[in-house]
């Protein structure tokens, strides 16, 4: 009897490495099986569930940062706005009634080496200066060259227009300095008294610009035996426009003011001649 046992029992084994029946057996009834399925899924879910959270987390940041640049964008405009809405109306005052703006687009460099000449998009065919503005600033003046629009901003040896500087309101003839990145302004009568800080405006004078257009400020006086010059911060950035607008004062009301100063001059050399 505990032969044929031994027997069955000998069989059994043999039969089970023969069939892998301890694998069947391990895989399907196996206690650790369902605890380590449960793992796996509550792992994966808590790893999608995180990744899910971090990926919102930095959408949000970015929408943001996105949501502060539009605000940025948005005050930018609302003060481009203002300074356009200011300058239209200063330019349509009534004394301002035989005055022109033009919007014009810069078209490129002339000189590479030269950054305060550029050639503008506006037709120009005599000989008359015009003037620049940036936004609510004097940037330069615009004279013919073979048809063309030629541009000389701020900085450059040949933009030249008239200013007042401070209350007193001392004239001045604006020049380039040597490192184009401030302004002087010469021929500053001596007996004028102006100090750093002054506001230096266009005085109109010249026909280029109308008076009262900011310039910048002054950041040094030097003085000479009859004359003074000043050192002038300017407030236009040109060197960054892509865009100017071209002030130009009514051809009729020069041709008045030129007539008036020839018959004025003809009034002067006619007195001279009756003195003699």
């Not at 010469?186 to 004028?192: D, E």
């Amino acid at each position: 009897m505990n032969k044929f046992l031994f027997f069955l029992f000998f069989l059994a084994v043999t039969l089970g490495y023969i069939f892998d029946l301890d694998q069947v057996i391990a895989r399907n009834f196996n206690p650790f099986n369902g605890i380590k399925q449960f793992y796996v899924e509550t792992v994966v879910s808590i790893q999608t569930k995180t990744e899910k959270y971090f990926n919102q987390t930095i959408k949000i940041e970015n929408l943001q940062k996105e949501n502060e640049e539009l605000k940025n964008y948005k005050l930018q405009y609302l003060n481009s706005k203002n300074k356009l809405e200011s300058l239209l109306e200063t330019l349509d005052a009534p004394n301002s009634a035989t005055e022109q703006i033009m919007f014009t687009r810069v078209l490129s460099y002339i000189n590479f080496d030269n950054f305060t000449k550029v050639w503008l998009d506006l037709e120009k065919k005599d000989n008359s200066i015009l003037g620049i503005i940036s936004q609510e600033f004097a940037a330069g003046i615009v004279v013919n060259q073979e048809g063309k629009a030629k541009a000389l901003l701020n900085g450059n040896e040949k933009c030249n227009y008239s200013i007042f500087i401070g209350e007193n309101k001392a004239p001045g003839i604006i020049h380039a300095t040597k490192d184009r990145q401030n302004l002087v302004a010469k021929f500053i009568p001596i007996w004028f008294d102006i100090k750093v800080g002054d506001e230096v405006i266009t005085s109109g004078m010249d026909n280029i610009f109308f008076e009262g257009l900011k310039v910048g400020k002054v950041i040094s006086i030097k003085k000479k035996q009859d004359i003074q010059e000043a050192i002038i911060a300017p407030y236009a950035k040109v060197l960054k426009q892509k865009s100017f607008f071209v002030y130009k004062k009514n051809q009729n009301e020069k041709i008045q003011v030129e007539n008036l100063i020839i018959k004025e001059t003809k009034k002067k050399d006619s007195k001279k001649k009756t003195k003699k």
